[in-house]
């Protein structure tokens, strides 16, 4: 069994807002936590197979 956080409306309300970064750092650590963001979500919908050949972020 998966343990996640559950799905919040503050969550799915942060989904698609773009966001100004000052620096590499910020927009990786942004990127990661999105994706782990999504993950949860994808989770907490029951679907906790085979999702990571689903999901992909690039990180220059």
């Given at each position: 069994?998966?343990?996640?956080?559950?799905?919040?409306?503050?969550?799915?309300?942060?989904?698609?807002?773009?966001?100004?970064?000052?620096?590499?750092?910020?927009?990786?650590?942004?990127?990661?936590?999105?994706?782990?963001?999504?993950?949860?979500?994808l989770a907490q919908l029951g679907f906790?197979?085979?999702?990571?050949?689903?999901?992909?972020?690039?990180?220059q």
């Open positions: 069994m998966v343990s996640t956080k559950p799905v919040t409306t503050q969550l799915l309300s942060a989904i698609g807002k773009l966001d100004q970064f000052t620096s590499f750092e910020e927009e990786s650590d942004s990127r990661q936590q999105h994706i782990i963001a999504a993950f949860r979500v906790v197979f085979d999702v990571a050949a689903n999901l992909s972020v690039r990180n």
